[in-house]
Nanobody, 124 residues
Framework: QVQLVESGGGLVQAGGSLRLSCAAS????????MGWFRQAPGKERELMAA????????YYADSVKGRFTISRDNAKNTVDLQVSSLKPEDTAVYYC?????????????????WGPGTQVTVSS
């Protein structure tokens, strides 16, 4: 059984930083591409950043380019998201996701496995 678990969320002031981490487990699980989505109240879940299986390719939403950095460690089955220069509009539940395929995909429908989410709240 595949399990993703996020950590690192919390309350931070505008301009601050956090490091979100996600650990994937499962007896024979080797995740393909992985991503971080977020969902704010009343809004759809959207992709913020993704990394291909070999880390050769990354994707960032325009709203977070230059502020968020995604990285993964395949030996540990982890993917991190460094979030910096946070704004109140970054407030959301952040979800880690993984897919079986190795290439980047941008729709949540393309991801097979999900964590329960971690709350990030940015105060002004």
């Amino acid at each position: 059984q595949v399990q993703l678990v996020e950590s690192g969320g919390g309350l931070v002031q505008a301009g601050g930083s956090l490091r979100l981490s996600c650990a994937a487990s499962g007896r024979t699980f080797s995740p393909g591409a992985m991503g971080w989505f977020r969902q704010a109240p009343g809004k759809e879940r959207e992709l913020m950043a993704a990394v291909s299986q070999t880390s050769m390719f990354t994707y960032y939403a325009d709203s977070v380019k230059g502020r968020f950095t995604i990285s993964r460690d395949n030996a540990k089955n982890t993917v991190d998201l460094q979030v910096s220069s946070l704004k109140p509009e970054d407030t959301a539940v952040y979800y880690c996701a993984a897919r079986d395929g190795s290439g980047l995909r941008y729709s949540r429908l393309d991801y097979n496995y999900w964590g329960p989410g971690t709350q990030v709240t940015v105060s002004s």
